[in-house]
């Protein structure tokens, strides 16, 4: 069975500082997708991973995927208030086992 | 293109009591999913659908929940009869299907069914 690890599960951090959340997963994949959710709202796609090696970034996050260690990490760049959410990675497996197997979220708050 | 719409937004119903979810996924997407998220919570597989069949409902506790898929489309969730522990936002998504052996692309969230047991 497919686990996925998040961590921290609460990170509180000041604006203009940089930070790291780590997902780490149990099962061979080389896919792997990370969201962010607002408090009430649904999930918003930021990234899809779709090798060893991946590398994305938007604006001050980034991401990457090191399939070989079963990591992914998302890395946040002198953080500002708008960052503030729930941050959730995602693994898919290949073939009719495809879907989103889901870690267990980083609460992000940014603090002025 | 139209996302994934979902209702109601909200419920609340007492426990013991019955709840239905409606779920429209994207046009053309054949494999729709159903994920429970308990607050504080990351997103939990219910069930998948590929077209109208099941592809995966190990986490589904089939003493109380229930779900269709008519005509590969629309679908809905049910539980019957509700318990506390399933106040959670109830999660539709959809996805293309690529190719036996490969990856399912396009995952689409709906905004989520709200529900509250008391």
């Known amino acids: 069975e497919l686990k996925v690890e998040q961590n921290p599960l609460f990170l509180s951090m000041q604006e203009g500082k940089n930070y790291t959340i780590y997902c780490n997963y149990s099962?061979?994949?080389?896919?792997l997708y990370w969201y962010r959710q607002d408090p009430g709202k649904s999930l918003e796609s930021l990234f899809v991973?779709?090798?060893?090696?991946a590398v994305k970034q938007e604006g001050r996050l980034m991401a990457s995927l090191d399939t070989k260690a079963r990591l992914s990490t998302l890395h946040i760049t002198a953080a500002v208030h708008d960052l503030s959410a729930t941050y959730f990675c995602?693994?898919?497996?290949?073939?009719?086992?495809?879907?989103?197997?889901f870690g267990t979220g980083t609460r992000l708050q940014v603090t002025l | 293109e139209a996302g994934v719409a979902q209702s109601p937004r909200y419920k609340i119903i007492e426990k013991r009591q019955s709840v239905a979810f409606w779920c429209n996924p994207i046009?053309?997407?054949?494999?729709l999913y159903w994920y429970q998220q308990i607050l504080g919570q990351g997103p939990k597989l219910l069930i998948q659908?590929?077209?109208?069949?099941?592809?995966?409902d190990s986490q589904l506790p089939k003493d109380r929940f229930s779900a269709e898929r008519l005509k590969g489309v629309d679908s809905t969730l049910k539980i019957q009869p509700a318990k506390l522990e399933d106040s959670a936002v109830y999660l539709c998504?959809?996805?293309?299907?690529?190719?036996?052996?490969?990856?399912?692309?396009?995952?689409?969230f709906g905004s989520g069914t709200r529900l509250t047991v008391v």
């Open positions: 998504a959809s996805s293309s299907r690529v190719s036996p052996g490969g990856y399912n692309y396009g995952y689409t």
């Open positions: 046009s053309g997407h054949a494999t």
């Open positions: 099962t061979t994949s080389d896919r």
């Open positions: 991973l779709l090798s060893n090696g």
């Open positions: 659908f590929q077209n109208n069949g099941v592809v995966d």
């Open positions: 995602a693994v898919d497996l290949a073939g009719t086992a495809s879907k989103l197997t």
